[in-house]
């Protein structure tokens, strides 16, 4: 369930770069360039979750975010920052500004925001933005009436005195009174219902938003798409060996057709061998 956050959040990145990139920086004067590409890094282990080159107050900058559901328990997150950073700034030579942003309302608690140490000369300072939404005024974010922020609102704190249950629906309502065109509303709605689910019960969502609108959400197609793949992969592995699997991963993953992942999943319970499988991703 985790992926389909980090899914979801990417996408709205791609969709509203623009709302998401000046709500975290804290300026209005700021323009989404260009998206970097990170996933061919050979030094950190892991993709990052946003990377784009921006404008801001005049100059050029790198913007990283990432998106975390919970704390960062293998790895301190001021450690993986540190890494991240200092692949970016070696490899594009200019600021990067980097936030984390919490969803979890007990998340990021402990995060010192940075790492730094001086020593007989020595000296590295790394500073991060940490972001925890239910810190966030709601209702001043619903007023700025950008709609790439909708979907986080249920997360974040509501005006004094208002209950949850009340607050939740006053988001679904401002997000469907959105000026923004009919696709983009509904996927909206299917995203403030997945990060919602978070911290409220997923049925309160089910009972105001229609499931036949959340169906015609490309993130709902977009998390059908990942849960048929992780669906594939686990009867591969049930048969064949962890490595021949992970072999052909990459071109199962490259496949966007819906229908044709669900064949391929009934496929995958009856292949003989791995080889006969590969052969129908070249099919």
């Known amino acids: 369930m985790a992926q389909d956050y980090d899914n979801i959040g990417k996408s709205l990145w791609t969709d509203h770069a623009n709302d998401l990139s000046r709500f975290v920086l804290g300026e209005d004067d700021v323009e989404v360039l260009e998206d970097l590409d990170t996933e061919q890094q050979t030094v950190i282990a892991r993709q990052t979750d946003i990377t784009k080159r921006v404008r801001v107050s005049g100059h050029n900058a ?7 559901l919970r704390d960062s328990t293998r790895t301190p997150m001021w450690a993986r920052n540190a890494q991240y950073q200092g692949y970016l700034v070696g490899e594009h030579q200019m600021p990067v500004y ?4 919490y969803f979890h309302p007990n998340a990021g608690r402990n995060d010192p925001g940075g790492y730094t140490y ?3 000369g020595y000296e590295h300072t790394n500073r991060y933005k940490v972001i925890r939404l239910i810190e966030i005024e709601g209702q001043a974010i619903l007023d700025r009436q950008a709609p790439g922020l909708l979907p986080f609102t249920p997360l974040m ?6 209950d949850s249950e009340h607050w939740v629906q006053t988001c679904i309502d401002a997000t469907r009174a959105t000026s923004a065109d009919q696709q983009t509303q509904t996927d909206l709605l299917y995203a403030i219902s997945v990060f919602g689910s978070i911290v409220y019960d997923p049925q309160f969502f089910k009972r105001r938003i229609p499931e036949e609108l959340m169906r015609e959400s490309k993130f709902y197609q977009l998390m059908l798409r990942e849960n048929t793949i992780e669906h594939i992969i686990a009867l591969l592995e049930q048969q064949f060996h962890t490595e021949a699997v992970r072999a052909v991963t990459p071109m199962l993953q490259n496949i966007d057709d819906l229908e044709r992942l669900k064949e391929l999943h009934l496929a995958a319970a009856r292949v003989p061998n791995i080889e006969t499988f590969a052969q129908m991703l070249h099919e």
Do not use: D, F, R
């Open 157 to 162: 704190k509501p005006p004094t005195g208002m």
């Open 98 to 101: 980097s936030h984390v942003i």
């Open 62 to 68: 790198i913007l990283h975010v990432e998106l975390q």
């Open 118 to 120: 001086s020593w007989n």
